[in-house]
């Protein structure tokens, strides 16, 4: 499948209303007919604005993907899109709103600040969906269900430095931001994973400032170091700077990994980016389309009824997933439940497969032990080559263990 991704008129039709406070707005699904099992109102907590947005942004394209599946499920979502501005006031602004004015009864959080509003959520009870993307509030509070799996990102999975070994790297380097703890622990962990195969981690930056592009002084930095490999827990537009930063610098990369960019989020990084993207291999939680698997066709399909067409973005499998998760959590606690039976029938859901996206895996809602990354630590990778993502052999999925006796310090 070609990297192309274009909206068009939607077969779903949309509304868009504007209200109040900042750039918020709503959208439906479908009629009233076709939601007869119930019909429910979420929130999207999303990084729609700032530099977060070239990560997350198109997570509202995935959700509408899941409003149209929902509907054949006979569930009418509405939802009203809450943006973080990419700044925890701007999280938790949005997320007040959302609950207090707009009387949302779920907050579907895909954001990288979704850890400034967390307190607010839990503490009134809001079931939240989506993904574990930022910090480690989704271990504790349990009224919260990532998607993604609960990443305790303390831990060091082993599948980092197995690919980075079987690829042929042999000195990292690996940022991450500062801001978001998920980020720069997941930098520290890559570094420690590496080195637990056997390999160098010549250069670690877990304190960039988020969105940041202006990356040549710490491309010197690795260059010194003289690293041949690298990865980055950054949104796209930074993770691609440094790669045509380092190529620019002569850096002969014989491994490059990033943990965001796949699919569409290569146009979004601008029109270098597929050029820069050469041969870099990428990571998702779940199947990437390329497998063509009857859970991927089906993925494919919605979201063309949401209007997109060409390769999807990690925020829209994500967005996609949240809905999923949702209408499973609707089936169980039955007609017009309270956030009480919601969060009762998530924690009680033991086998989500993301409607088949996680291949042979499943993920349990109430293990709340957390893991390395992926599901059960099982990533799927692919390469980008020519205009195409490739599937890597052995590494659809990859899957690895906790390194025992590693870990990476806290974040603050």
Known sequence: ???????????VAVTVIAAGCGSAKSSSAGTAAAGAKGTISVGLLVDATGPGASGNGSSELGVRAGQAWALKQGYKVNVDIGDTQTSPAGALAAAQRMVERDHVQVVLAISALTFAAAGYLTSHGVPVIGAA??????LTSKNMFSVIGLANSHLVPSSFGQLMKMEGGSNLASVGYSISPGSSEAAKSAAVSAEAAGLKAGYVDASLPFGSTNVEPVVLAMKSAAVDSFTAATDPNTAFAFITSLRQQGIDLKFALLDDGYG????????????????????LGAEPVEMHTSATEQFTGYLKQAGVTGDPTFAEYNGYE????????????GKDPTDAALLTALSGIHHFSAGGLYGSQTLD??????????ILNCVFITKFAGSTFHLVPHADPICGSIIPNRSVNASS
């Open 1 to 11: 499948m070609t990297v192309h991704r274009k909206l068009v008129v939607a077969v």
């Open 133 to 138: 993307e930022d910090s480690t509030e989704w």
């Open 264 to 283: 569409g989020d290569l146009l979004q990084a601008g029109p270098g980016a597929a050029q820069a993207a050469q041969d870099v291999y990428f990571e």
């Open 322 to 333: 949240s809905v999923l998760l949702l209408v499973q959590a609707l089936q169980a606690a």
């Open 365 to 374: 809602l109430s293990n709340r032990t957390g893991h390395g990354s992926g």
